[in-house]
Structures are given as C-alpha cells and as structure tokens.
C-alpha cells in the first residue's frame, strides 16, 4: 500500500502564529497540487482550528475516535469521513483537535501511531500541527514518526533562545531527534522595519536548518478572530500566495511541481513560470 507523506509543524513558543503557518500551507498544497491533504489538529490542549474556521461545535473531534484509536479500528477510509470539508477547498481535509482538554494526558504513544498510520493511507500529504511543550504523546510521537520537521518562530530573542534549547534541545535529542533535522520558518513582522534577529542569527543559535521566511498579513488576525480563516484564503489569491515560501518548496520535494507543470491547468503553468522567472 502506497502510503503518504507526514509533514510535522511545531512552533519554538506558544501563540506566535504556528497553526495559522501550518494551515496556510495546507491549504496552498491542496490548492497547487490538486492532492489530497490532511490537517491534523494535535494541540491536545488547547485546540483552536475549529474557531478559526466557524465551526462551533465539529461532528468528529480527535477525542471522538479515541475509542477507535484504543482498538486499533480506525482505518485511513474511516479517518476521511471523519474529517471536515472545507466548502472552498475540497481537497483539504481537517481533523479538530482534543476538545476534552482534562484528557491531554491520556493519550498514549500507540493512539497517535495509529492515527498517523490512518492519516498516511488517507492522504497523499498529512500536515500535523502539534504543542510546542514535548510533555505529551503528539508532539513526542509525531516528530518521531515525521518525514519533515518543521519549526515555526519569530526574530523576538524570547521566542527561540530558551524555549528551543530547553524543548526541542534537550528533549528532542532524548528521543533521537537531533537539532539539525528541524527546519526553520522564520515569521516577519510585517510592521518592524529594523531590529530582531535574522535567519543567520537563529540558526547558528539553535543548530536548525533555514527552510523559509515569510510574512503573516496583518488581516489575518482578524479573520481568525471572526472564524473566516478559510473564506480569507479563499476570496483573494494574494491571501493564500503569502504561504508559498514555505509550501512550494515542500511539494519541489515531493517533485509534484513538475506533476503540476504537466496538468492541464494554464494558469498554474503561467504561475510557475513567472515564479521560476523571478527566482
């Protein structure tokens, strides 16, 4: 059986816009790629994807199929019905996250390896999106089980200095990880002009790989606010093109830009050109 891809996005600290990078690309990969992609929401405590997208209360959450985990039942065709499909982008399929945040510490190693196999038959690309603490099962197991590893920070000092060093460090190299399989997504401030550190800086820092660089458009925080994360990415091409620094060269990986290339779509041949003209 063919099995597919697991792209793994944690962030150096909390709340420094991880979920958001993680989404964004998922969305731009199914976009571009007309594959078929899976988020996997694995913040076990503190879940947001449904409230980015308006879905006050999802039918199937990851404690929802806790009792299939357990069982060893859940399959990659029962994991695509369990998951949610965007209106405006239908072959992106997301999995909410732990609604029963009492439970976080629960979930046991074998639970997210059988999600993460279910994920890989269902999908030709899984997105997970997990904690920045390495205290519980998802981030530990999905890092390890993860064909890219991928670490989301900011040029603020406080939010890559200690934390990396403490947890994706020190807690990393325990389980064989080791600092240089991460690579680096530097976020920019759209409204710092100078200061901060730079992506030379960061690196050298924490011993990570430089992937990409990108800029969060400050409309975006409102659209999270209001639930319309995907209705942002949707109505303006612009919105979802902020994400291609970090999703093109992850499908140039995959080798499925030059797929793309031969697809029957013009205005995807006229991008890539255009953007192989640029570079």
């Not at 990570?208 to 969060?216: D, P």
């Not at 093109?241 to 205005?267: C, G, I, K």
Request: glycine share 8%; proline share 3%; aromatic share 8%.
């Amino acid at each position: 059986m063919v099995s597919g891809r697991l792209a793994v996005f944690t962030g150096s600290t909390p709340n420094i816009g991880t979920t958001v990078t993680a989404f964004g690309t998922a969305y731009r990969a199914a976009a571009l790629s007309g594959k078929r992609i899976g988020y996997l929401c694995l913040n076990l405590k503190s879940a947001k994807t449904h409230l980015y997208l308006g879905v006050g209360k999802p039918e199937v959450t990851l404690d929802g199929i806790r009792p299939e985990l357990r069982a060893g039942t859940l399959t990659g065709d029962k994991l695509r019905q369990y998951t949610y499909r965007l209106p405006r982008m239908e072959g992106l399929h997301v999995l909410f996250g732990n609604m029963a945040r009492e439970q976080a510490e629960y979930y046991e190693p074998d639970d997210i390896r059988k999600l993460l196999e279910a994920s890989k038959q269902a999908f030709d690309l899984t997105i997970a999106d997990v904690s920045a603490y390495w205290d519980n099962a998802a981030t530990v197991c999905a890092m390890k089980e993860a064909d890219e590893r991928f670490l989301v920070t900011t040029g603020h000092l406080s939010h890559f200095q200690e934390d990396i060093q403490r947890w994706t460090g020190q807690v990393g190299t325990m389980f064989g990880i080791a600092p240089d399989q991460f690579q680096l997504i530097l976020l920019k401030d759209m409204n710092r002009i100078t200061g901060g550190f730079g992506m030379k800086e960061i690196r050298k820092e924490t011993g990570c790989l430089s992937f990409a660089e990108m800029k969060l458009l400050d409309s975006v925080h409102l659209q999270l606010d209001s639930g319309r994360l995907d209705e942002w990415l949707a109505t303006e091409e612009h919105h979802a093109a902020a994400f291609d620094a970090v999703a093109d060269p992850m499908l140039s990986r995959l080798s499925w830009n030059e797929r793309l290339l031969r697809t029957e779509r013009p205005w995807l041949r006229r991008l890539m050109f255009h953007r192989s003209r640029e570079r």
